[in-house]
T-cell receptor
Framework: NAGVMQNPRHLVRRRGQEARLRCSPM?????VYWYRQLPEEGLKFMVY????????ESGMPKERFSAEFPKEGPSILRIQQVVRGDSAAYFC?????????????FGPGTRLTVT | AQSVTQLDSQVPVFEEAPVELRCNYS??????LFWYVQYPNQGLQLLLK??????LVKGINGFEAEFNKSQTSFHLRKPSVHISDTAEYFC??????????????FGQGTTLQVKP
């Protein structure tokens, strides 16, 4: 059973460009969480999705950020018009259920650098 | 609102010495508690979790943690560390209840530096 896959692992964007980060959950997992790790900080929750639904986006910045988890294919975190402050490591995690008791399995992360 | 405080940002320790990484949390509702480890340039791996029952939980790689409800703490311990334990350690909570969405709330992290 393959783990959580994220690509690309490293992404460099110039200010104003768009960044698309992909996350393929573990097989059989329909719950996806995105977290952001800013330099010298811990991980902060961004958004929680189930297939075709955004359940909790309380941690998402109000502008430029969006997320989706379509019926087929990976979950996508999209950042429009990136700024230097978006430089961070973005991790996704997947879980088979939403009860909080089950482990969230983390991907290796995408390290975004905005120049 | 819930919060997690890891009291030490860096903990240097010599190989084979014991170590304790401290974690306190604040929450008005009951929580599940977790410790994750992050090796350089990798994702997070679950070390252990407390859901209910015995307050002493054992995890992988020889780590254990004790839940203390009165002190709202969940400190991580290992009796003898190895060089390979050098990593970043994160304490985290999930609130449980009908409104629970399963999101993890993390502390700031503690860098464990094991020296030979």
């Amino acid at each position: 059973n393959a783990g959580v896959m994220q690509n690309p692992r490293h992404l460099v964007r110039r200010r104003g460009q768009e960044a698309r980060l992909r996350c393929s959950p573990m097989k059989g997992h329909s719950h996806v969480y995105w977290y952001r790790q800013l330099p010298e900080e811990g991980l902060k929750f961004m958004v929680y999705l189930q297939k075709e639904n955004i359940i909790d986006e309380s941690g998402m910045p109000k502008e430029r950020f969006s997320a989706e988890f379509p019926k087929e294919g990976p979950s996508i975190l999209r950042i429009q018009q990136v700024v230097r402050g978006d430089s961070a490591a973005y991790f996704c995690a997947s879980s088979p259920v939403r009860d909080g008791r089950s482990e969230q399995y983390f991907g290796p992360g995408t390290r975004l650098t905005v120049t | 609102a819930q919060s997690v405080t890891q009291l030490d940002s860096q903990v240097p320790v010599f190989e084979e010495a014991p170590v304790e990484l401290r974690c306190n949390y604040s929450s008005s509702v009951s929580v599940y508690l977790f410790w994750y480890v992050q090796y350089p340039n990798q994702g997070l791996q679950l070390l252990l979790k407390y859901l209910s029952g015995s307050t002493l939980v054992k995890g992988i790689n020889g780590f254990e943690a004790e839940f203390n409800k009165s002190q709202t703490s969940f400190h991580l311990r290992k009796p003898s560390v190895h060089i390979s334990d050098t990593a970043e350690y994160f304490c985290a909570v999930i609130t449980y209840g009908s409104s629970n969405t399963g999101k993890l709330i993390f502390g700031q992290g503690t860098t464990l530096q094991v020296k030979p």
